[in-house]
């Protein structure tokens, strides 16, 4: 069974941040050691532009941001992980362009009906 923890939390654990900063302010680490502003930068911008895929938005809009990992799938629901780093996924399902259109035709103009929030995991290896 995969294990699926939130990116988020994650990342806020990794960085030691309680709250999400503000633009500049970073909160201490529990460990008493100061937050790598670098990763959290990073891992804020990579949220942002992740955040631009949502419900509503095209399979080929998608694949500009993600790109698809192994594993069993169909035109209706795939496993998408982040272009620059392969262990930031996200589980999409989607609308199909052509209600006769085969489930396993993806297609560029389907378009996301639901995203799950991206969480870290190990890829998958077909």
Same mark, same amino acid.
């Given at each position: 069974?995969?294990?699926?923890?939130?990116? @988020?939390?994650?990342? @806020?654990?990794?960085? #030691?941040?309680?709250?999400?900063?503000?633009a !500049?302010?970073?909160?201490?680490?529990? #460990?008493g050691?100061? %937050? &790598? $502003?670098?990763?959290?930068?990073?891992?804020?911008?990579?949220?942002?532009?992740? $955040?631009?895929?949502?419900? !509503?938005?095209? *399979?080929?809009?998608?694949?500009? %941001?993600?790109?698809?990992?192994? !594993?069993? +799938?169909?035109?209706?629901h795939?496993?998408?992980?982040? *272009?620059?780093?392969?262990?930031? =996924?996200? /589980? %999409?399902?989607?609308?199909? +362009? /052509?209600? =006769?259109?085969? %489930? @396993?035709?993806? *297609?560029?103009?389907?378009?996301?009906?639901?995203? +799950? =929030?991206?969480? @870290? &995991?190990? !890829?998958?290896?077909?």
């Open positions: 069974m995969k294990t699926i923890v939130s990116f @988020l939390c994650l990342a @806020l654990t990794l960085t #030691g941040c309680a709250t999400a900063p503000s !500049g302010s970073f909160a201490p680490s529990r #460990g050691t100061d %937050v &790598d $502003q670098d990763l959290t930068k990073r891992i804020s911008a990579i949220l942002t532009e992740c $955040q631009t895929i949502k419900p !509503g938005v095209t *399979r080929a809009e998608l694949l500009t %941001v993600f790109t698809t990992e192994g !594993g069993i +799938s169909n035109a209706k795939r496993t998408f992980v982040y *272009r620059r780093c392969p262990y930031i =996924k996200v /589980d %999409v399902d989607f609308t199909l +362009s /052509d209600p =006769k259109q085969n %489930v @396993l035709e993806e *297609r560029p103009t389907d378009t996301i009906s639901n995203i +799950s =929030k991206p969480y @870290l &995991d190990w !890829g998958v290896i077909d």
